[in-house]
């Protein structure tokens, strides 16, 4: 049986350091790493719990990606440039199988990011990952969500609700091109290099994570202001709106989360700066509110999305 120790370093302790930023690593009590000066320090924290955030038959390599994309991602959101993270694994028992994949899912997207796995925790119990992700940031820079301004257009990254499409399918709907979705909802790609070149650009952003109605209200309710969402702006991918024709479920793009790609405001002087990879899909407003125009008719909506103890 493996000791928490050799299990570590079997399994997640990495040959080098993969950014100049990490002094001291796993090993020691604390790991040690060097903040530039100009520059502030991101962190964010994020769990996820078997049957709660993915289901108990799920792929290791893709849960350890999953994993650490959604920490990410929230770094991409702030404008940060990722350098570091810690790991938390609370595990029934010890499979070394499960371990071997989880790990390489998990290592194989650090190395794409050159993140350091410098330090965590592992323990026995019902199966709860945790990863704790620091980034850097030049001071002043970092993108929030209280700063966005009325006039400001309203952009996101990629398409919108394949990865909601995706749950959908994996909760038993037939569709006839499920792979994308499926990939979309198993292993999403943080926005690092776009929230990157977003500074100075964007006035405010967020990831889509619970969905664009919950984290848009996000942004509105912190810079209080209100928006107007553009229905046939949206990008929507041909399968999601193969699924919005046979099920009518026109709100599924909209509530779905774990798209984690990035929602983000523009003062109109700066929209031409915007990177290629964006859609404008409305406009900040000083109606407090978000409403969606759909076929010329505007309906309010109400900010939901996924909420834990809900």
């Not at 790991?87 to 194989?108: C, H, K, M, V």
């Not at 997207?109 to 350091?116: C, E, Y």
């Not at 399918?169 to 977003?198: C, S, V, W």
């Not at 952003?205 to 969905?211: A, E, H, K, L, Q």
């Amino acid at each position: 049986m493996l000791s928490e120790f050799s299990l570590i370093e079997k399994f997640f302790k990495q040959k080098k350091h993969l950014n100049g930023h990490t002094n001291l690593g796993i090993g020691d009590d604390c790991a040690l790493l060097s903040i530039p000066s100009g520059y502030e320090l991101a962190i964010t924290t994020d769990t996820m719990v078997e049957n709660v955030h993915f289901f108990a038959d799920a792929d290791p390599a893709q849960l350890g990606h999953k994993l650490l994309a959604v920490n990410l991602s929230d770094l991409a959101a702030m404008g940060a440039k990722p350098i570091a993270v810690t790991l938390a694994l609370t595990l029934p028992y010890i499979d070394e199988n499960w371990l071997r994949q989880f790990s390489s899912g998990f290592l194989e997207l650090a190395r794409q990011f050159s993140v350091d796995l410098i330090g965590g925790d592992t323990t026995q119990g019902a199966l709860t990952l945790t990863v704790q992700a620091m980034g850097i940031v030049p001071n002043g820079q970092a993108l929030k969500r209280s700063t966005a301004q009325i006039g400001d257009a309203i952009f996101m990254t990629g398409n919108l609700g394949d990865a909601g499409l995706g749950l959908k399918i994996k909760k038993g709907y037939r569709h006839e091109d499920a792979q994308e979705a499926l990939n979309r909802f198993h292993a999403p790609m943080p926005r690092i290099e776009t929230g990157l070149a977003l500074q100075g650009i964007a006035s405010a952003c967020i990831d889509i994570s619970d969905g664009l109605l919950s984290d848009l209200g996000h942004i509105l309710k912190q810079s209080e202001v209100g928006a107007c969402v553009e229905w046939e702006k949206l990008p929507l991918s041909s399968s999601v709106q193969s699924y919005i024709e046979h099920t009518g479920d026109v709100l599924m793009p909209l509530i779905g989360g774990d798209d984690y790609e990035l929602c983000f405001t523009v003062p109109e002087k700066l929209v031409h700066c915007v990177p290629d990879n964006c859609t404008q899909i409305g406009t900040i407003e000083a109606q407090l509110g978000l409403r969606l125009k759909k076929s010329g008719h505007i309906e309010t909506l109400t900010a939901k999305g996924y909420e834990h103890f809900s």
